[in-house]
């Protein structure tokens, strides 16, 4: 069962992953490349026909056939190596003055973009996208009900390099027990300007990247792109609304579209600019007891995985970013009128 | 020249690293592989007889040899492409409301731990490893007599996965001219335990560890070596004294001593544990203005790379860690067993 665990240092939680979790001699190092071309290899339980070899299907798009059975666009399935866990509790445990644990209470499941194998995110189609937007939608409401439910996630990882087990396409969403301290940061930030000025924290920013221009990479009637002006990677890249709204599965139907038709002109120009990048793919939004607050807005960063953090990132949340956002976005942009039309 | 720059929704630095910085094209991605072998091919910087391929050196300890000459056993030299520089001013600029940079000062410097180009850290003997951290407290003794640096930090990353860009074995030290948020956070919470109990917070996990005893590696008469409770990734290991102390420069030389044979035995119990994994190697210790304070305390955390941070870890701060500490601590206790002597 999946334990949260607090560190009495910086009251961050872990999770121990205790059904994932390997036997220490397990942990060997072995050359990267061995490990992804061995799960190449074998049997993929994300493809169509191998539907038994998941957990039974939560949700799906189909074309034809039942639940559990082959003729799905998008299938959604529970993780079978989950880091939260429906059938736990929110219990507390604390071992002494310093060790405070919580039972791994949560949701954890795994999109299936496609039922195509090789069909890479940045390749598939407007009305692909669209029907992935949609059904992250569909998870958030889904998984927002259960009262327990403090905050959901939804995440994409693409490649090894950003963390990948899997080469199938798929994308992950947690709904977990906790708003994590790392967030609550975030929000004191965003809290401190509304009360200082009236306004939301990130719309105001996303105002004044879209007035300074030179880190702006696409700029649409209800979405704008931009390389943030203290990038930690390069080529970070958000995606924000021009319209306040603190939670991911409240765009109004218009926007999901334009959304879908930007996330792909995005993720192709970067697929193109860079030759298939590594990346994690982020979609922020509000805790679920915030979801109508005046000070947080939801938007997508892409994170691509062409450096790496080392010793000084971690021992001192100091990123070295060695790309300049006023030089990566015009190169982004200009790659995206190179990119093909998505119908 | 370098640039810090502020987010304006976390409060968290980036460096800029205009020097370093790579024209957008050169982002496009390679094979992990392929950019270690074509470095190992190319004249190594760091070798005995290359010297003059460096900035002038700022300190060694030699056996023969003038500045900048063979003969030396360990080589300080400013990094040829620096993330802080210390000809900088710490000047502020304000773009607007959200964006404010620091012009870069500082110093970073290369610390070349051996000549030998092939030997690694977790190889070396307790001489070599006492004589690596002298040179660490010198570095820091000397760094910190400038007025403008507020923090230092050393480190090690070993292996590719852990960010090495050369292959020849050397440590690195930073000083900044800020205190960053990450840093300024963990020092809220433990002053607000001071404040609470009037101890500090870090010596009373170190006892809580010891007492708990599950997770403790190594435990000698001034040192603890453990597992934290909380451990973010598979075999964390904290290497901290038991003498309050926040500054890792005020080692008592009883305590140098004990900590080379300590790290040693630490560091090639995890090489022949994990066949040599990819690490990162973290001195926390106080900012320079904290060096006294009654609330903080050095330790070493060595962090191996062998699983990747992903969509979850990036979005919430909160580390899926799949090995259990009080597994992992028993496991690397034994391998400590077939360790050799180091002398």
């Known amino acids: 069962m999946p334990e949260l665990r607090q560190d009495p240092t910086t009251k961050e939680w872990v999770v121990i992953a205790v059904e994932r979790a ?27 026909g191998n539907e038994l070899l998941t957990p039974e299907e939560v949700f799906a798009l189909r074309d034809s056939g039942g639940k559990d059975q082959p003729g799905w666009r998008v299938r959604v399935v529970p993780n079978k190596f989950a880091a939260f866990a429906p059938e736990e509790s929110t219990q507390r445990h604390d071992y002494g003055r310093f060790f405070h644990s919580l039972d791994g209470f949560g949701f954890h499941e795994v999109i299936i973009e496609s039922p195509d194998h090789e069909l890479s995110l940045p390749l598939m189609s407007d009305q692909q996208i669209l029907e992935l937007l949609h059904t992250y939608c569909h998870r ?17 990882n693409h490649g090894a390099r950003a963390g990948t087990s899997l080469a199938h396409p798929h994308s992950q969403v947690v709904a977990a027990p906790i708003i994590p301290f790392h967030i609550r940061q975030k929000y004191d930030v965003a809290i401190r300007h509304y009360d200082d000025t009236g306004h939301c924290l990130y719309c105001d920013v996303v105002e004044a990247e879209k007035t300074a221009a030179r880190r702006v990479v696409l700029d649409t009637e209800r979405l704008l792109v931009f390389h943030p002006f203290a990038s930690q990677v390069p080529f970070e890249t958000w995606i924000a609304p021009k319209r306040h709204n603190p939670c991911f599965a409240r765009l109004s139907f218009e926007e999901k579209l334009e959304l879908a ?14 030759s298939n990048p590594d990346f994690n793919l982020i979609i922020h939004t509000a805790p679920v007891e915030d979801e109508e607050k005046p000070y947080f807005l939801w938007h997508i960063e892409i994170r691509p995985r062409l450096t790496t953090a080392a010793g000084f990132e971690l021992g001192t949340g100091i990123y070295i970013n060695t790309a300049i956002p006023e030089e990566t976005a015009p190169f982004l942009k200009s790659a995206l009128a190179q990119v093909p039309t998505g119908v």
């Open 261 to 274: 038709m930007v996330l792909r002109k995005i993720l192709r120009g970067l697929y193109e600019a860079l």
């Open 22 to 48: 390997k036997r220490p001699d397990q942990f060997r190092q072995q050359p990267q490349d061995e490990a992804v071309s061995t799960q190449k290899e074998r049997l993929c339980p994300f493809c169509p």
């Open 140 to 156: 958030y409401d889904a998984l927002r009900k259960n009262s327990r439910v403090k905050l959901i996630l939804l995440f994409r």
